[in-house]
């Protein structure tokens, strides 16, 4: 055989040279580093995991509504007695009452200026009394779609002082509960008209319709009722319907609603709670079953009825409609006993100062008269075509310039 005189090539080299073994040290060392990153990853996750107590608790969105969101802004963060809690998502202006009022005023050309009840004053030299005032911000309502929904003139630490006896208007837009702050507010603003403010709704009407009790002055149109600190009083009632409500007389959006059914079951600890041992006067009703169809708002605007209602309906075992605890809204127009109501009411408030009135009615019994800040304004509007804002605006107008026309529902009416 002849002997090759060429060098092998690199392949023949590569191909008849012997195969080492894979290095077992090699894949020891990948091993330990893959186990060596896993460990690090868990160790801060469980640090992570220890140092965030809500991670054993759960998460949770929290809503809320808020009377003045002056100075608010998407990401802000949120604090619960100090603690940070998380930020602010959104607002919900799509079915905000005051937000459509505002718009509505907005669009005629009025100038918007906000601020708080803790944001009014009034001061003395001794001598005389200057008018009282508020700390108000001059606001802008923006376009639907921009970042944000209005803009103010001034920052929150800048808020100016503004003579009420100087506006057209001043509207009172707090949420129950009817406190003693809010009590004082309603004397700042009684003290604003004697200086030759208008207010809406009337300060002396706010302090004597208390939203719960106020129905006590129309006994023919409610359900049986009694209004009382007895513990033993509520257990006659009681006895007497089987199936009734028990209620805080400082409540709103459903809270500290219960119903006890003929078994009495937890009435005791229900009254104690609600009722602090005696301490505190509390509300009980016949309970009325047509609560399923839905517990009614009825607006009325300077005596007038809007057309239509927002019955909101409580979903799965819920016996409360309240939309603040997921009953579903639903516009309806009104009934004839929803009408006689309205009419019968109407013609009474309206001579007291109460501009706008939210009657609560399930089945054909009223349940409450609301004078603070009356809502559905939006859910009706949205749900019928009929312009609850326009029809408020309306009457607003009437008012100031003293002609204190009646609202009209001209091209809206569906009757």
């Not at 509504?65 to 100075?71: F, I």
């Not at 030299?125 to 929904?149: C, F, K, M, N, Q």
């Not at 009495?264 to 104690?272: P, R």
Request: proline content about 7%; overall charge negative; aromatic content about 6%.
């Amino acid at each position: 055989m002849a002997e090759r005189d060429d060098p092998p090539t690199r392949e023949e080299d590569e191909s008849d040279a012997p195969v080492a073994p894979p290095s077992r040290g090699r894949d020891q060392a990948v091993w330990v580093g893959f186990f060596l990153v896993v460990g690090i990853i868990a160790i801060f996750a469980a640090l992570f995991i220890l140092t965030d107590a809500a991670f054993f608790r759960g998460r949770y969105i929290v809503s809320t509504v808020v009377t003045d969101a002056g100075g608010i802004r998407r990401g802000d963060p949120v604090q619960m007695r100090g603690v940070n809690i998380g930020r602010v998502q959104r607002f919900k202006i799509a079915k905000d009452s005051t937000y459509a009022m505002m718009r509505e005023a907005a669009r005629r050309g009025h100038t918007l200026m906000a601020c708080e009840p803790r944001e009014l004053g009034w001061r003395s030299d001794g001598r005389s009394g200057g008018p009282v005032t508020a700390a108000v911000r001059d606001v802008e309502l923006l376009e639907p779609g921009a970042p944000h929904w209005w803009r103010a003139a001034q920052l929150p630490g800048e808020r100016r002082a503004q003579p009420l006896n100087e506006v057209d208007a001043v509207l009172m837009r707090k949420d129950p509960p009817f406190d003693s702050e809010y009590f004082y507010a309603t004397h700042l603003l009684q003290q604003a008209e004697r200086e030759g403010a208008r207010v809406f709704n009337k300060p002396a009407a706010l302090r004597d319709h208390p939203e719960k009790l106020a129905i006590l002055e129309f006994p023919e149109w409610i359900t049986p009722t009694l209004v009382t600190r007895s513990e033993h009083a509520v257990r006659a009632f009681h006895a007497e319907h089987g199936d009734i409500i028990v209620k805080p007389l400082d409540g709103m959006g459903g809270r500290g609603i219960f119903r006890v059914g003929a078994d009495g079951m937890n009435l005791g600890a229900i009254v104690e709670t609600i009722g602090g041992h005696g301490s505190i006067t509390v509300m009980v009703q016949r309970f009325l079953p047509e609560i399923v169809h839905g517990d009614k708002r009825i607006l009325l605007i300077d005596g007038e009825p809007v057309p239509y209602c927002l019955a909101r309906i409580p979903q799965g075992s819920e016996v409360r409609g309240n939309l603040a605890v997921g009953g579903k809204g639903v516009a309806q127009p009104l009934s004839a006993s929803d009408r006689e109501i309205a009419q019968a009411l109407g013609a009474v408030l309206r001579t007291r100062g109460l501009l706008l009135v939210g009657l609560d009615v399930i089945g054909d019994r009223l349940t409450e008269i609301n004078v603070t800040s009356p809502t559905c304004f939006q859910e009706i509007t949205e749900q019928s075509g009929f312009d609850v804002a326009k029809m408020f605006v309306d009457a607003l107008e009437g008012e100031i310039s003293g002609e204190r026309l009646r609202p009209t529902t001209e091209g809206q009416d569906p009757f």
